[in-house]
């Protein structure tokens, strides 16, 4: 292993490498692609996997695990840290045992380290696993139920851990007032674009671990913009530390006492991607990321809809005013 990835250990009492490899190409990629990608970070070092249901990468992510044993590069699944999240056509009580075995079976695999939420709404199960969701399929979550049927997954030694992905304080603590199990991670947009701050500190006071997706801004994607790549004051750093755009945004992000997620199938950036943790940022450096103006990349207005049966009618009330 060429780089030692540090981790951090969830509420749950599980151990979760900082730094994971995100399966979420758009368009969606062919298996083969997806898992020689897979198969060359593992290489590298990659320990930690993100995967879910709506990305059609579960199968090319367990060819790729068995592959690996296969190959000797890993001694055995227990190696890795596998993620997987449900989509909000199967976010329903009696709907989220079986979509979790389903991952399961695309993984080939007995268990995942994490099972997340994917989004904080249902859907008419007859939508299927498409994004984005027809805006009459929207539907209120019923959070007390589906997270019932989360914690259920974990006592049934289906996940060792859960959580939850793009949920506000407010909906956190909606979880946390039922909830036996608490989510262990919330994994959400950020970047030094959109750094999120009362989020972080809730999930901080709440030993929720913050995951951060989009990190470098997912340019290209319907999910992010080209704005971190615009920022010039993260060029400037990059410049002057000899160090790549992306490795500035990242080690931000990681400094930020957060976890994250990069997305690239090109060998060289995963690489440039784990080379993160043997230097820092100067004060006056972070500084200059803190005064960057703030937009989110993900609006969510793809969950957001005026049909009566909506949850959410605007994006305010998506991220209750988080934005």
Request: net charge negative; glycine share 6%; proline share 6%.
């Given at each position: 292993?060429?780089?030692?990835?540090?981790?951090?250990?969830?509420?749950?009492?599980?151990?979760?490498?900082?730094?994971?490899?995100?399966?979420?190409?758009?368009?969606?990629?062919?298996?083969?692609?997806?898992?020689?990608?897979?198969?060359?970070?593992?290489?590298?070092?990659?320990?930690?996997?993100?995967?879910?249901?709506?990305?059609?990468?579960?199968?090319?992510?367990?060819?790729?695990?068995?592959?690996?044993?296969?190959?000797?590069?890993?001694?055995?699944r227990d190696e890795l840290f596998i993620t997987s999240k449900l989509w909000p056509s199967d976010a329903h009580p009696?709907?989220?045992?079986?979509?979790?075995?389903?991952?399961?079976?695309?993984?080939?695999?007995?268990?995942?380290?994490?099972?997340?939420?994917?989004?904080?709404?249902?859907?008419?199960?007859?939508?299927?696993?498409?994004?984005?969701?027809?805006?009459?399929?929207?539907?209120?979550?019923?959070?007390?139920?589906?997270?019932?049927?989360?914690?259920?997954?974990?006592?049934?030694?289906?996940?060792?851990?859960?959580?939850?992905?793009?949920?506000?304080?407010?909906?956190?603590?909606?979880?946390?007032?039922?909830?036996?199990?608490?989510?262990?991670?919330?994994?959400?947009?950020?970047?030094?674009?959109?750094?999120?701050?009362?989020?972080?500190?809730?999930?901080?006071?709440?030993?929720?671990?913050?995951?951060?997706?989009?990190?470098?801004?997912?340019?290209?994607?319907?999910?992010?913009?080209?704005?971190?790549?615009?920022?010039?004051?993260?060029?400037?750093?990059?410049?002057?530390?000899?160090?790549?755009?992306?490795?500035?945004?990242?080690?931000?992000?990681?400094?930020?006492?957060?976890?994250?997620?990069?997305?690239?199938?090109?060998?060289?950036?995963?690489?440039?991607?784990?080379?993160?943790?043997?230097?820092?940022?100067?004060?006056?450096?972070?500084?200059?990321?803190?005064?960057?103006?703030?937009?989110?990349?993900?609006?969510?207005?793809?969950?957001?809809?005026?049909?009566?049966?909506?949850?959410?009618?605007?994006?305010?009330?998506?991220?209750?005013?988080?934005v």
């Amino acid at each position: 292993m060429e780089n030692v990835i540090p981790a951090v250990t969830l509420s749950s009492g599980c151990v979760m490498p900082v730094l994971g490899m995100g399966t979420a190409a758009y368009p969606f990629v062919e298996t083969e692609e997806a898992k020689l990608a897979i198969l060359n970070a593992i290489r590298i070092g990659y320990r930690h996997f993100d995967t879910a249901a709506v990305y059609q990468t579960e199968e090319s992510l367990g060819e790729a695990i068995a592959e690996a044993i296969q190959l000797g590069l890993i001694k055995s699944r227990d190696e890795l840290f596998i993620t997987s999240k449900l989509w909000p056509s199967d976010a329903h009580p009696d709907r989220v045992i079986p979509a979790l075995q389903n991952s399961l079976r695309n993984l080939k695999v007995e268990y995942l380290n994490l099972y997340l939420v994917h989004w904080p709404v249902s859907a008419n199960p007859a939508a299927g696993l498409v994004f984005p969701l027809p805006k009459d399929a929207l539907l209120a979550m019923d959070y007390k139920s589906v997270w019932a049927a989360m914690e259920e997954c974990q006592k049934l030694g289906l996940t060792k851990s859960i959580g939850v992905c793009n949920f506000s304080c407010k909906k956190l603590q909606t979880i946390l007032d039922t909830a036996n199990i608490p989510p262990v991670v919330n994994q959400v947009e950020m970047n030094p674009v959109w750094q999120n701050l009362k989020l972080r500190d809730f999930c901080k006071a709440n030993s929720i671990i913050l995951t951060a997706y989009s990190p470098l801004g997912a340019k290209g994607t319907p999910w992010g913009s080209n704005a971190v790549h615009e920022e010039r004051v993260l060029h400037e750093i990059a410049e002057s530390k000899g160090k790549t755009h992306a490795q500035v945004c990242l080690r931000w992000v990681y400094e930020q006492g957060v976890s994250l997620l990069v997305k690239s199938f090109n060998e060289q950036r995963m690489k440039e991607n784990t080379l993160i943790f043997q230097w820092e940022l100067t004060e006056d450096e972070l500084e200059k990321i803190s005064k960057i103006p703030q937009k989110r990349g993900l609006p969510g207005d793809i969950f957001v809809s005026e049909l009566e049966a909506a949850p959410f009618k605007t994006v305010e009330e998506l991220w209750d005013g988080e934005v």
